[in-house]
């Protein structure tokens, strides 16, 4: 998120990949990605960058022959992560570096079986398994694979801190707070279910209500286990709470999909008060990825397709 475009962006065009983007006051990012039958990434700047090493659906040889394959933006815009066609293994780069393999266990065959996240910062990922449970914890600061913790892949996997350094697992019985090394830091005290967690680690946020349209939320401490009562986000008609998050502030932000794209919000914690902070075109492509998405979130393909 954080990142403004327009369709202008879509007439700029292609360069390869080896090319640099023009120069700019402000860094170049990566505004979103954009595929059909090749990945392309529109850049800040208006430049449109083909991936042609990415993969655009599952091989032949996978589980689910002919699926969407991930293709991942880091929150900050800055890294993108794809399953490469050469050897069928997700690997991660920027602009202008050289892909690094996340993980030598992590391959195509497992697309659509194993559902790759990213911390915002670029440099951990984590997958999630149709098992159900975790796969790989992968931190590519180190470039280490570590074992899952407690030695069991019996946790599901919620989220990042938005400054990457704490993990959010459920267990079979509570929701844990772990560092980069996976030693727990903040056992949960309350079994609401939790879907964001702050730069503090101990506030997290839940929804509240049945079913996919929220407009509540609650805000937790997973010290205490106090949680707050509802408030009701003061969104326009016909929008609800499709992403939540904190940013690097600690405040709270929902993504919002609309019938032209999505929007952002700033929400107040007390009054639940909606201050727009941008809109967000949909290109015209069969599928889009913005900083910061998992794999399928409500924007992603042109059809509508459930989250999983």
């Known amino acids: 998120m954080g990142l403004r475009t327009t369709l202008a962006v879509l007439l700029a065009t292609a360069v390869t990949l080896t090319g640099q983007p023009a120069a700019a006051d402000t860094p170049v990012r990566i505004a ?20 042609p090493e990415a993969l655009a659906k599952a091989p032949a040889d996978a589980v689910n022959t002919g699926e969407r394959a991930p293709f991942l933006v880091s929150g900050d815009g800055r890294h993108f992560l794809y399953f490469r066609k050469s050897d069928r293994l997700f690997v991660e780069r920027t602009l202008n570096g050289k892909e690094r393999v996340v993980s030598r266990r992590l391959t195509a065959y497992s697309i659509d079986e194993e559902w790759p996240f990213v911390s915002d910062d670029g440099s951990y990922v984590v997958t999630a398994t149709s098992a159900p449970g975790v796969g790989v914890f992968a931190d590519l600061r180190t470039g280490r694979t570590l074992p899952h913790p407690g030695g069991t892949d019996a946790w599901s996997f919620l989220g990042f801190s938005p400054d990457g350094k704490g993990l959010l697992l459920a267990g079979e019985r509570l929701t844990t707070v772990f560092d980069r090394a996976l030693r727990a830091r903040t056992r949960s005290k309350t079994r609401l279910p939790v879907v964001a967690l702050a730069n503090d680690h101990v506030t997290a946020a839940t929804l509240t209500g049945t079913g996919p349209k929220s407009r509540k939320l609650r805000l937790l401490n997973l010290r205490t286990g106090h949680a707050s009562g509802a408030v009701t986000l003061r969104l326009p008609r016909g929008q609800y709470i499709d992403d939540l998050d904190f940013d690097q502030a600690g405040r709270v932000i929902v993504r919002s999909k609309t019938a032209t794209g999505v929007a952002i919000y700033r929400i107040s914690k007390t009054t639940g008060k909606a201050t727009l902070l941008r809109t967000i075109a949909r290109p015209d492509a069969d599928v889009w990825v913005l900083p910061g998405d998992t794999t399928y979130e409500p924007w992603t393909e042109r059809k509508s397709q459930a989250p999983q």
């Open 32 to 51: 979103y990605a954009q595929g059909t039958h090749v990945w392309e990434l529109v850049l800040t700047n208006g430049d449109v960058v083909e991936v």
